[in-house]
C-alpha cells in the first residue's frame, strides 16, 4: 500500500518555465489537497478538491491550477514560474468522515531560478 | 480565523528525559487534532489523531492530550531518545459542512534529544 506518492521529487525550473506536480494516492480518499512548506511560514494550503471533477483555492492559490480528473490524482500546475514559488510542495489526502487523519506525501522540493 | 500556536519552538534535552509539546487553538469549533512528525527534508508522518471527543490518546511512549474548551493539547514524550529528533507539528481539522476537512497547522517545535 504505497499511500500518497508524489513525483517528481526534486526539480529546478528557470523563471518562466511550466511544470506539473503529480499526487496519487490509492486509498480511495475523497479530498486531496496541495500545501506548501516555507521556513518561518508554516504549510499552507493552495488548492483542494474534495472529490473528482472539483476544485478550489486555499489560501495561497495564486500563480498555481490544479485538476482532478481522476479521483486518484490530483495534479498542481504552474504555468508561469517565479522564484516566490520557489518552496517544498506536499500533498495529503483524506476520507470525508472526520474519524480519519491526513496521509501526506514525502514532498516535491523545487527551486526556480 | 482559526490560529495554531506551538510553543515552545525549539527544545533540546538530554537523552532520558520525559517532555512535553504545547499546542493551542484559538477556535474550539473543531473535529480533531493531529500530530506529526517531520524529518529534515522529509515529509509528514502522522503520529496521533484524537477527535473532539476525547480527552488523550496514546502509541507507545507518546501520549497526547486534548482540552477543547480551553483550546490546547499537548505531546508529551517518554523516555527521549535521539531518534525522536524531529521537527512535531499539530494541526487542527475545522468544523463546519464548508470546511472540507482543512487542516490549520501550528508553526511546529524542533526537538533535539542529544546523547
Redesign the interface.
Known sequence: NAGVTQTPKFRVLKTGQSMTLLCAQDMNHE?M?WYRQDP?M??R?IH?S?GEGTT?K?EVPDGYNVSRLKKQNFLLGLESAAPSQTSVY?C?S?P?D??????????T?LTVV | KQEVTQIPAALSVPEGENLVLNCSFTDSAIYNLQWFRQDPGKGLTSLLLIQSSQREQTSGRLNASLDKSSGRSTLYIAASQPGDSATYLCAVRRAGGTSYGKLTFGQGTILTVHP
Open positions: 479530498y489537497y518561518g508554516g504549510l494550503l483542494y474534495v478550489a486555499g506536499f495529503a483524506t470525508p472526520r474519524a480519519y487523519g491526513y496521509t501526506f506525501g514525502s514532498g522540493r
